[in-house]
């Protein structure tokens, strides 16, 4: 499966390419990476992880919110319009969650994955539990 912001990730490395003069092997080396690993960044074969994300985003210049704001495409049998409603949704709070991410120890994003994680649940159960009722109640 292709990264999403693979396109986006390209057009800022390029970008950052014509700017500095430095060529891919100089790129990788400042974001940590190997050339092979940082080209199949640029292709979209292997998404990067948060580290090399916050890497790239200092070294591009912009928000590491750049990598998190398209949508995609929407699974099969859901209409395009409310994919990207809820996608939008989706990106205000994974950027929230991946910016308090970025600026916290690792100990400390242990206990926010785990709080936010047990809420996610507690919200799908208590979904479920209201559909239940309604179907019941029809």
């Given at each position: 499966m292709m990264w999403p912001q693979y396109r986006k990730f390209r057009q800022l490395a390029k970008d950052y390419q014509t700017?500095?003069?430095?060529?891919?092997?100089?790129?990788?080396?400042?974001?940590?990476?190997?050339?092979?690993?940082?080209?199949?960044y640029l292709y979209g074969s292997k998404k990067p992880g948060i580290k090399t994300l916050q890497a790239a985003a200092r070294l591009f210049g912009v928000s590491i919110t750049e990598f998190v704001d398209n949508p995609g495409t929407p699974p099969p049998g859901i209409e395009r319009d409310l994919?990207?409603?809820?996608?939008?949704?989706?990106r205000v709070l994974g950027t929230a969650i991946l910016e308090d991410?970025?600026?916290?120890?690792?100990?400390?994003?242990e206990v926010y994955l785990d709080m936010w994680k047990q809420g996610f649940f507690k919200?799908?159960?208590?979904?479920?539990?209201?559909?239940?009722?309604n179907k019941l109640s029809t």
């Open positions: 700017r500095s003069g430095e060529n891919q092997g100089a790129i990788s080396a400042k974001l940590g990476i190997n050339l092979f690993t940082y080209r199949n994919w990207q409603r809820i996608s939008e949704r989706d991410l970025t600026s916290i120890s690792d100990q400390e994003k919200a799908i159960a208590k979904m479920r539990i209201e559909e239940a009722n």
